[in-house]
């Protein structure tokens, strides 16, 4: 026996060569899991609500379809040059919120004091680093403020003052609160004083993106005015990382949209990583159970999800959600309506 184990040893050589050659090749993750190249994925939304299509015209009907390709579009060009799922999350959410259509930046809802107050969030799925903001008034585009924050700031989360300080002294661009108020919103778009904020017919237009790159690495965005007729100082889920946003390489990317103060209740984003990860759920069912759940509590709204796998699902209770995607196969997709 102990004659022969030499030839052995020499025997299997060539094969420890060839497997100390492909663990060099293949990538490591932060989690220690190899992953292969990915074929990138881009997921956005622009906001679920009372939204049908016997009730909205066919003018406004394309213009949400244009915007959202548009969006897409620019996120996806980011992808397929071999940017970053954070660089294509944050490019599709600056497109939308320098759009008039979303409640996000520029078009986005007032507050009961005529105001505008913005919360966005930005979470990196590779490091589970990630940078959020709440009620913010001057800075142009938030989810770039998100991501700063992110990568220059050791803190996660900035408020208010804090976060228009942290802007300026970063070089952010700032604006007026004036910029971001619309004709539509000032003139109330059916808006009463003494509505309560976010009636449940109402639309709630935040626009988030999930992004999956070629590296394999997950990311997630949020960016919102929050709710009309909020109370000054109020925060919703958006911003909150494991409410309406939430992204991680071991289970998914998760943005959220609809009532925040249920979706901070269930921790909905957080819920669904949880039970892609833990609950041995496949990634639609982990969404549609959230969803389910968040109904039980009396909330309303939807959530885009992407897995590494380029798995989607875009599940939601209200009436309708503007939602799109582009994957593997390149195809690009817009939806609106519940029945599409
Ligand atoms: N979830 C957002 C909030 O409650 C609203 C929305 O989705 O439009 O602030």
């Known amino acids: 026996m102990l004659y022969d184990l030499p030839s052995r040893v020499h025997g299997l050589l060539p094969a420890c060569v060839l497997l100390l050659g492909w663990l060099c090749l293949v990538p490591v993750t932060a989690q220690g899991q190899a992953h ?33 390709r548009t969006a897409l579009k620019e996120g996806n060009a980011v992808l397929q040059n ?20 979303f409640n996000a930046g520029r078009g986005a809802v007032l507050t009961s004091e005529n105001t505008v107050e ?21 800075v142009k585009h938030p989810i770039r403020l998100a991501r700063t924050i ?3 700031s050791y803190h996660v989360m900035f408020a208010q003052d804090g976060a228009e300080a942290f802007a300026r002294q970063q070089g952010l661009e700032l604006v007026e609160n004036d910029y971001f108020i619309t004709e539509a919103r000032r003139s109330g778009d059916g808006r009463e004083a003494a509505d309560p904020p976010s009636a449940p017919d109402e639309k709630f237009g935040t626009v988030g993106a999930v992004a999956l790159d070629v590296d394999g690495n997950l990311a997630a965005g949020t960016s919102t005015g929050g709710i009309s007729n909020k109370e000054f100082g109020r925060v919703g889920d958006s911003p909150i990382i494991g409410a309406g946003t939430y992204a991680s390489n071991r289970s998914c990317a998760v943005s959220a949209t609809g009532q925040g103060e249920f979706f901070i209740r269930g921790v ?9 990860r833990f609950g041995d759920m496949s990634l639609s069912d982990a969404a549609q159970a959230t969803i389910d759940e968040i109904e039980e509590l009396g909330g309303v709204g939807g959530v885009i999800v992407l897995d590494r796998e380029g798995n989607m699902a875009t599940p939601f209770s209200t009436q309708g959600m503007f939602r799109a995607r582009v994957g593997a196969d390149g195809e690009m997709t817009v939806r609106i309506f519940g029945d599409e």
């Open 118 to 138: 913005l919360d966005a969030a930005i979470m990196d799925g590779k490091t589970r680093n990630a940078g959020a903001l709440t009620g913010v008034k001057t």
């Open 82 to 101: 071999g940017g970053s799922a954070l660089e294509a999350v944050q490019a599709a959410i600056t497109t939308m919120e320098s759009d008039t259509l």
């Open 150 to 152: 992110m990568e220059e």
């Open 36 to 68: 292969t190249a990915s074929d990138p994925a881009l997921l956005i939304h622009g906001g679920a609500g009372s939204i049908s299509a016997d009730e909205m015209s066919d003018e406004r009907e394309t213009a949400y379809r244009e915007a959202l």
């Open 268 to 276: 909905a984003a957080h819920s669904i990583a949880s039970r892609v």
